[in-house]
């Protein structure tokens, strides 16, 4: 398989190495990270990638995402990319419809804002 690079972060991706575990792999320069990748127990097939649980400097960090973001553009996944324990972005229709839906009862005041 070809690498690709985006944001100078060469980048391999190898689908169900085990059950529904995926192989992510960024490659900078020395650094190597594999990062942890897996399908979510959803209908909607969404690939779940999580970053932060890499042990990386902010700047690091910052870098990475950006190279992964747009790889996670370019790859033809729906994916929800963990930027952090409980926060996430994600490319899903469903996530953008749960999205607009918890804004608009917001206004509403049918659920509390989170804070």
Not at 14 to 39: F, Q, R, W
Not at 59 to 72: C, H, Q, V
């Amino acid at each position: 398989m070809r690498d690709k690079i985006y944001n100078g972060w060469s980048i391999k991706f190898k689908k169900n190495i085990h059950m529904y575990c995926h192989s992510l792999t960024m490659e900078k320069g020395n650094a190597v990270h594999d990062i942890p990748c897996e399908d979510l127990p959803s209908s909607f097939r969404l690939v779940g990638i999580w970053p932060y649980t890499l042990k990386l400097s902010s700047a690091r960090y910052e870098d990475l995402l950006r190279g992964l973001r747009k790889w996670a553009r370019h790859s033809g996944l729906r994916y929800r990319i963990y930027t952090s324990r409980d926060k996430y972005e994600s490319n899903s229709w469903a996530h953008k419809i749960t999205k607009q839906f918890s804004r608009l009862f917001r206004c509403f005041g049918l659920t509390k804002k989170s804070s």
